[in-house]
């Protein structure tokens, strides 16, 4: 992409809010998944990387950011629509580093379609395996190490809050993912693991394009600030969901950053 994303995040100011944590990251190859795996390492996180094999160059350009900076990073290739590869990929995370704190689920698939009746099956059951199952079997997966103080973070959208009319599946899996938030941080309360979804506008990653190919030169430009969002301006907010100093008295919320806008319906 031109220009590329950004996830460096030069203005940021790190202050140790997840040193000697374990962070498990979907989708953590480019985009939204990168700049929060390199603000985590900033912040004294080791992450682990889950990726499709076909990304395998971005999942190692993200590997070097983070190594770089001093933390781990393992790289885990794999289908979070297989809840075998979702438990093995826990797995290795816990026996490579050690333990699991976080849990970011951000992977996800998207096409657009014009007309509702060119969403074929397949493409509507792949949008729910990867968008909704996956963080389901990953999220179970982790449950099994992530202690009480431990925090899942999932990503939303706000065609989740909104619906949108060229999205119809992923909107709905995002829907489903804002309800699965609530709903699992009401479950896991007692456990004293928190539960938060970040709900983005438009964002300039890899991922929009494969959605929008007609509109990427408009793409954020209807926001009030008439332009998408960069990953490393949405990745604050997963650390500030991650983190206990700043967020121990949140669960269930669905956080939008929309760039201006100040409804979500």
């Known amino acids: 992409m031109r220009p590329r994303p950004r996830y460096e995040a030069a203005a940021y100011r790190p202050a140790g809010k997840l040193q000697d944590k374990v962070a498990l990251i979907t989708g953590g190859d480019s985009g939204i998944g990168r700049a929060v795996a390199v603000m985590y390492a900033r912040e004294?996180?080791?992450?682990?990387?889950?990726?499709?094999?076909?990304?395998?160059?971005?999942?190692?350009?993200?590997?070097?950011?983070?190594?770089e900076i001093g933390q781990e990073c393992l790289l885990l290739p794999g289908d979070v629509t297989d809840p075998d590869f979702c438990r093995t990929a826990v797995e290795r995370t816990v026996d490579a580093l050690g333990h699991l704190d976080i849990l970011v689920n951000n992977a996800a698939h998207q096409s657009s379609r014009e007309d509702v009746e060119a969403i074929s099956e397949d493409q509507w059951e792949e949008t729910f395996r990867t968008n909704i199952h996956g963080y389901f079997y990953m999220t179970k997966a982790a449950l099994e190490h992530l202690p009480r103080?431990?925090?899942?973070?999932?990503?939303?959208?706000?065609?989740?809050?909104?619906?949108?009319?060229?999205?119809i599946d992923y909107a709905s899996t995002k829907g489903a993912i804002h309800a699965?938030?609530?709903?699992?941080?009401?479950?896991?309360?007692?456990?004293?693991?928190?539960?938060?979804?970040?709900?983005?506008?438009?964002?300039?990653?890899?991922?929009?394009?494969?959605?929008?190919?007609?509109?990427v030169t408009k793409h954020g430009a209807d926001t009030p600030m008439e332009r998408p969002a960069q990953p490393e301006?949405?990745?604050?907010?997963?650390?500030?969901?991650?983190?206990?100093?700043?967020?121990?008295?949140?669960t269930g919320e669905i956080l939008p950053i929309l760039g201006g806008e100040t409804t979500t319906g």
Request: proline share 5%; aromatic share 8%; charged share 20%.
């Open 44 to 67: 004294g996180a080791d992450v682990a990387i889950v990726y499709l094999r076909e990304e395998e160059s971005d999942a190692h350009e993200t590997q070097e950011a983070v190594e």
């Open 149 to 167: 103080g431990g925090a899942i973070v999932n990503t939303g959208s706000i065609t989740g809050l909104r619906g949108n009319r060229i999205l």
């Open 180 to 215: 699965f938030t609530k709903s699992l941080a009401q479950n896991l309360v007692e456990r004293g693991i928190r539960v938060n979804c970040v709900a983005p506008g438009p964002v300039w990653t890899p991922f929009i394009p494969t959605g929008y190919r007609q509109k």
């Open 233 to 250: 301006e949405i990745a604050p907010a997963f650390v500030f969901l991650a983190s206990e100093a700043d967020s121990s008295y949140i």
